[in-house]
């Protein structure tokens, strides 16, 4: 079964400082992961994505993440922070071994940005 | 181009009811699927369709059923409403069903179940 964590319920930084949210997962083959933002009252939203190759993915908004095997992690990191940047942000993993199509997400973690 | 489309944006229903929520996927993509969300549970897929025919299938009772027509506009069923299915149902598409497709999401239907 494949897996996602998001251990830190809200992040609270300072407006121009760096953020990471974290996430690890867990899959038993090989995983494509993603990152989506969900704003109040709207759907979820695409900021990037790992297949493979790089380890360092870049994606909209400036926001960037860093995929390592070893630790089984992906954490989405901004080298500095806007207030318009809090929000909902979601993790998600599929196993591209076992061709399930469903996407599992993490519980989310939610990105407070302060003046 | 329009983004996925879910209609209605809010429903009220009461326990026993039954409801149907349609969605809208980009224009050309042919695949769409379904995700609840609840503060409790959190995103939970729910099934996914392509080509009219349903490829993935969460773990909801049998209340919880969706279709896909030619079009690929896809309807979702749900039949004798419980409290606990009060969520956010949200609808996404993507081109194709190969796994590194990314999802578009349309804003949700909020389903409120008194």
């Known amino acids: 079964a494949q897996s996602v964590a998001q251990p830190e319920d809200q992040v609270n930084v300072a407006e121009g400082n760096p953020l990471t949210v974290k996430c690890t997962y867990s899959v038993s083959g090989n995983p494509y992961l993603f990152w989506y933002v969900q704003y109040p009252n709207r759907g979820l939203q695409f900021l990037l994505k790992?297949?493979?190759?790089?380890?360092l993915v870049k994606g909209s908004y400036g926001f960037e993440a860093e995929f390592n095997k070893s630790q089984t992690s992906f954490h989405l990191k901004k080298p500095s922070a806007l207030v318009s940047d809090s929000a909902l942000y979601f993790c998600a993993v599929r196993d591209m071994d076992t061709g399930r199509r469903a996407l599992t997400f993490g519980s989310g973690t939610r990105l407070q940005v302060q003046p | 181009k329009a983004g996925v489309t879910q209609t209605p944006r809010y429903l009220i229903k009461t326990r026993g009811q039954q409801v149907t929520l349609s969605c809208s996927p980009i224009s050309g993509h042919r695949s769409v699927s379904w995700y609840q969300q609840t503060p409790g549970q959190g995103l939970q897929f729910l099934f996914e369709?392509?080509?009219?025919?349903?490829?993935n299938k969460g773990n909801f009772p049998g209340r919880f059923s969706g279709r896909q027509f030619s079009n690929s506009r896809s309807e979702m069923n749900v039949s004798t409403l419980e409290l606990g299915d009060s969520a956010l149902y949200l609808c996404a598409s993507s081109f194709s069903d190969r796994s590194h497709e990314k999802l578009f999401f349309g804003s949700g239907t909020q389903l409120s179940v008194l």
């Open positions: 790992y297949i493979t190759g790089d380890n």
């Open positions: 369709y392509f080509s009219e025919t349903q490829r």
